[in-house]
């Protein structure tokens, strides 16, 4: 009796021990769903939402680090400068050059260049100059010392350092929740689980993305200053001395048979007029002679008496 009790109490512990661990399996199953779900309201409530996503101690002590890493890191100002310059010059086409040299000089390039010509007295052109911050000031005196007249001078900055360590510290964040979701994944079994960890780490992931490609773009703005310059030149033109006009002996020789080919002109025409009229002429030679003669026989009559 006492060995079929002690059965009894041996079976009746076994199934307790065996209903336990069911119940703290499917506790940490469901734990696991709400992590998964905290993280992706975290993620998409952003930084500076009021409501905070429900991460574990250890999660807030990192993203706590994260941030004071951030503003240990940023302690320079980050600023976008740009000048705009507009210069009257002596030579044109040597001061392109020399700007062009000067860029090259400081660790700049040329990001573009355009020249428009209004006749042959006036040259106008732009340029647009990436230099490097440390050589702004630098080349920005350079410019000015080969104008002859300085037209326009503007000079401004944009201060992006809050903008920058704003960006910083929403990647650290993102970095934050993908390690996490990476950990669920490795760690899921069902699929509906994976399915619904592997779309939240994909828009994270595409956040991260956009974060870091706006954070290169501000460290090339700030990295490279922006020189727009507006070159003019205004010419004195003399006038050209016209060739066709000094060749005396062209003219000399022009004006010579315009004159030969008059006369013969004239000539000719009379020739053709006295042969052409011929019997006219005669007639009236006739008729003059006749009336020549009749005026002296009357005039030697009269004399008479």
Same mark, same amino acid.
């Given at each position: 009796?006492?060995?079929?009790?002690q059965l009894?109490i041996?079976?009746?512990?076994?199934?307790?021990?065996?209903?336990?661990?069911?119940s703290?399996?499917?506790?940490?199953s469901?734990?696991?769903?709400?992590?998964v779900e905290?993280?992706?309201?975290?993620?998409s409530?952003?930084t500076g939402?009021?409501?905070?996503p429900?991460l574990?101690?250890?999660?807030?002590s990192?993203?706590?680090k994260?941030?004071?890493t951030v /503003?240990?890191?940023? $302690? /320079?100002?980050?600023?976008?400068?740009q000048?705009?310059?507009e210069?009257?010059?002596k030579?044109?086409?040597?001061?392109?050059r020399?700007?062009e040299?000067k860029?090259?000089?400081?660790?700049g390039?040329?990001?573009?260049?355009n020249?428009?010509?209004a006749?042959k007295? $006036?040259?106008?052109?732009?340029m647009?100059?990436?230099?490097?911050?440390?050589?702004?000031?630098?080349?920005l005196?350079?410019?000015?010392?080969?104008?002859?007249?300085?037209?326009?001078?503007?000079?401004?900055g944009?201060d992006?350092?809050?903008?920058?360590v704003?960006l910083? /510290?929403?990647?650290?964040?993102?970095?934050?929740?993908?390690e996490?979701?990476?950990?669920?994944?490795?760690?899921?079994?069902?699929?509906?689980?994976?399915?619904?960890?592997?779309?939240?780490?994909?828009?994270?992931?595409?956040?991260?993305?956009?974060?870091?490609?706006?954070?290169k773009y501000l460290?090339?703005?700030?990295?490279?200053s922006?020189?727009n310059?507006?070159?003019?030149?205004n010419?004195?033109?003399?006038?050209d001395?016209?060739?066709?006009?000094?060749?005396?002996?062209?003219?000399t020789?022009? $004006?010579?048979?315009?004159?030969t080919?008059?006369?013969? /002109?004239?000539?000719?025409?009379?020739v053709?007029?006295?042969f052409?009229n011929m019997?006219?002429?005669i007639?009236?030679?006739?008729f003059a002679a006749?009336?020549?003669v009749?005026?002296k026989k009357?005039? $030697?009559?009269?004399?008479?008496?």
């Amino acid at each position: 009796m006492k060995k079929v009790i002690q059965l009894f109490i041996i079976f009746i512990m076994t199934l307790m021990v065996i209903l336990t661990g069911c119940s703290s399996n499917n506790s940490k199953s469901e734990s696991a769903k709400m992590n998964v779900e905290n993280i992706a309201q975290m993620d998409s409530a952003g930084t500076g939402s009021a409501e905070k996503p429900s991460l574990s101690t250890s999660d807030k002590s990192t993203a706590n680090k994260a941030a004071e890493t951030v /503003s240990i890191e940023v $302690q /320079s100002k980050m600023v976008i400068y740009q000048a705009d310059l507009e210069l009257r010059v002596k030579k044109f086409d040597r001061t392109v050059r020399t700007f062009e040299e000067k860029a090259a000089q400081y660790g700049g390039y040329i990001a573009e260049s355009n020249v428009a010509r209004a006749g042959k007295e $006036q040259i106008s052109g732009h340029m647009k100059i990436r230099i490097p911050q440390k050589h702004f000031q630098d080349f920005l005196h350079d410019a000015e010392g080969q104008a002859v007249e300085v037209l326009q001078r503007n000079i401004n900055g944009q201060d992006v350092t809050e903008e920058y360590v704003d960006l910083e /510290s929403r990647l650290k964040s993102k970095r934050v929740v993908e390690e996490r979701l990476l950990s669920f994944m490795n760690g899921a079994v069902k699929t509906e689980d994976l399915l619904k960890i592997s779309a939240d780490l994909a828009a994270v992931q595409e956040e991260i993305e956009t974060i870091e490609g706006k954070m290169k773009y501000l460290e090339n703005q700030t990295s490279f200053s922006t020189v727009n310059i507006t070159l003019y030149e205004n010419k004195i033109v003399v006038p050209d001395i016209e060739k066709e006009k000094l060749n005396t002996w062209e003219k000399t020789k022009k $004006q010579f048979m315009k004159s030969t080919n008059m006369l013969l /002109s004239f000539f000719s025409g009379l020739v053709v007029f006295i042969f052409g009229n011929m019997p006219i002429i005669i007639l009236f030679i006739i008729f003059a002679a006749a009336g020549i003669v009749i005026y002296k026989k009357r005039k $030697q009559q009269r004399n008479r008496d």
